[in-house]
């Protein structure tokens, strides 16, 4: 099967999960700075909800130009990714609603911690299909960055029961590391 209809739903899905997180945005009640200032940790979860989710969307769109055809193997492992980022909207919302509470903010590293290690399982899943000599293998190499991204996340799960703030910061932190899509696949496809 080819990538394209893989391609189209995982777009399709992650647009959707982005317009259900706007759709939580609450409107201020009041004209003034007090109920606009009311809202700034919704609005923060949501910001960095976004950046998380439109990381996602870069790296897919780059991860999916290395692969020549998709098997069952790579369509569940999909799936799996676009079910964490399902509930990243629920998570945002919480710890928005609970800003700084230790709970919300660690179940939020967890539900950002889960699609880290499905994007992974999506990476090996397309490494096996394609091979131990893909474009894929050949750039992702000993991926430094994700395996520290996901030890970051569980840092700040354990952490947000010490200073939610010091949580908050690895979770900006990791976003900052990914906001440039994973140029090692682009480096590859433009030397192949």
């Known amino acids: 099967m080819g990538k ?3 391609t189209a739903f995982s777009d399709g899905f992650i647009a959707i999960i982005i ?5 939580e945005l609450k409107v201020p009640h009041g004209a003034d700075w007090a109920a606009l200032k009311s809202l700034a940790p919704g609005l923060v979860s949501y910001v960095l ?3 998380y989710l439109a990381i996602y969307w870069n790296n897919h769109h780059h991860l999916l130009h290395t692969v020549t055809r998709v098997d069952g193997l790579i369509l569940w492992a999909n799936s799996h990714l676009l079910f964490w980022l ?3 909207p629920a998570a945002t919302g919480w710890m ?14 967890g539900i950002l911690l889960m699609p880290a290690i499905a994007y992974y399982l999506l990476q090996m899943a397309i490494v096996h299909q394609q091979g131990e000599h ?3 293998a050949s750039a992702l190499g000993s991926d430094v960055k994700g ?3 996901m030890l970051l ?6 952490l947000a029961f010490v200073s939610p703030w010091i949580s908050i910061a690895i979770y900006a932190l990791v976003a900052v590391m990914w906001l440039i899509p994973d140029r090692r696949i682009e480096r590859v496809l433009r030397e192949g």
């Open 96 to 109: 928005g609603d609970n800003f700084l509470a230790p709970l919300p903010t660690a179940v939020y590293g």
């Open 134 to 136: 893909s474009v894929l």
């Open 153 to 158: 996340y569980a840092a700040a799960v354990v």
């Open 86 to 88: 399902s509930l990243i």
């Open 4 to 6: 394209d209809r893989l």
């Open 49 to 51: 909800s976004f950046v």
């Open 147 to 149: 395996k520290v991204s």
């Open 19 to 23: 317009t259900i997180m706007v759709l």
